[in-house]
């Protein structure tokens, strides 16, 4: 049997239209509210049909030292043509951290599967 992890794939967002890609500033202070946003397709467009589209996303934060992801949000994308609407796998959240880690996406798509992203955060004093 094959578990979860061995089918999440990942790989550059600049040449793969599946991984998500997160932004937000590398450094930051103690307490301060920042923006993280991730999207689909940012460099080679997904396409957005009801054949072929981005079901989700989750964010995901694990603290430096800690064990388990804590999960910063859900995101569903269920508009894919009904009323000619097309939802954009595109989501901005805010977050206060207190402690440096890494911040991790996860995107399904719902003929290609789960696709990974990760990057660091420093939060300074």
Do not use: R
Not at 107 to 115: A, E, P
Request: with cysteine; glycine share 10%.
């Amino acid at each position: 049997m094959k578990s979860l992890g061995s089918l999440i794939q990942s790989g550059d967002w600049k040449g793969e239209k599946h991984v998500p890609t997160i932004h937000l500033p590398e450094k930051i202070k103690k307490g301060e509210e920042i923006e993280i946003k991730t999207m689909i397709g940012e460099e080679i467009p997904h396409p957005n049909t009801f054949e072929h589209h981005i079901s989700w996303i989750k964010v995901f934060y694990i603290p430096e030292g800690g064990k388990f992801p804590i999960e910063i949000g859900n995101y569903n994308f269920t508009a894919h043509g009904e009323g000619e609407i097309y939802c954009e796998p595109c989501i901005v959240t805010k977050v206060k951290l207190n402690k440096s880690g890494t911040i991790h996406a996860l995107s399904y798509c719902n003929i290609h599967g789960l696709w990974e992203y990760s990057t660091d955060v420093v939060v300074e004093d």
